[in-house]
């Protein structure tokens, strides 16, 4: 039986989520204005994105908890790079028709999304995280950031207003505070209706704390149509911080051996390669949008069924 003090969390939480959705995007519409998308959806909404997953992957690992550390470092790619990315362009063919075009300040992303996806393919051959992996994926992430900075050119002599500044950084706080609430409310009603461990892992727990970076992108879609450009930038720009950083950390701070999660790594590998293929002529339309989600339900029940 569901226990109706964590529905009311769950409930309570969700609503703050969607508050600090509304906010964030509001805030990151009119930062645009000034820096375009590149900077504001790569590097700021990619950087709320995962600053979260960051904390508990910096502080799982330097305790050694690498399981946790590694498990949220890869969870969240197969949920936002098939259903999140699935879910803004569904948002926007239902809102405005026709196929969407991205920004070609995507180009940036999608050619960092490919160097790290290959640091990947590489890590999957070498077989561990320690210093040196660690740090070659922290030094693309640094590369990423310093192209981008030199290729968005709309923030030159461009300042920030404070309105949407308050607006990101109210966003963000009240992300924080209602995650985690939101997380471990889903997670115990899912154990009291007896959801089996690996879905609860594989289904359940991506979603509890990719739902925040959900609800922003299909917002920024519905506010305006440039919006959905915006929301894509944003779900690669954070996810190749997961690939990069989050990994890097992990390396760093303590050293493993990846033979335990080869099939979580590869499964992050494959959902890189999908977003590559899927967003590569800069479209998303109604056909691609369905195919990723038909893509999410193989990868679970792939997963599910291969794993011990």
Partial sequence: MIDLAS???????????????ALISEGAHELERSFGQGIVGGMILGFIETLPETAVVAFSASYGDVGVALGTALGGNVFLFTLGIASVGLAYVTRYGGVMNISAEYRVENRYLLFSTAALVALLIYGKLDLYSGAALIAIYLAY?????????????????????LMLSAGFLLAIVSSEPFAVAINDISMKLGVP???????????????????????????RKEGGSLAVIGVVGSKIENATILLGIVGLLSPVSLQ??????????LSNAVA????????LGLKESLVLVMMYFISISVLYLISP
Avoid: N
């Fill in 7 to 21: 529905l009311a969390v769950a409930l309570t939480s969700f609503f703050g989520l969607v508050a600090s959705a």
């Fill in 197 to 223: 461990p690996l879905l609860l892992s594989l289904v359940v727990a991506p979603l509890a704390t990719d739902v925040d970076a959900l609800l922003t992108s299909v917002m920024l879609v519905r506010k």
């Fill in 260 to 269: 335990g999660y080869l099939l979580d790594l590869a499964f992050f590998v």
């Fill in 145 to 165: 950031v310093i192209e981008r900075t030199r290729q968005s050119s709309s923030s030159e002599g461009r300042f920030a207003r404070p309105y949407p500044v």
């Fill in 276 to 283: 590559i293929y899927v967003l590569y002529d800069r479209t």
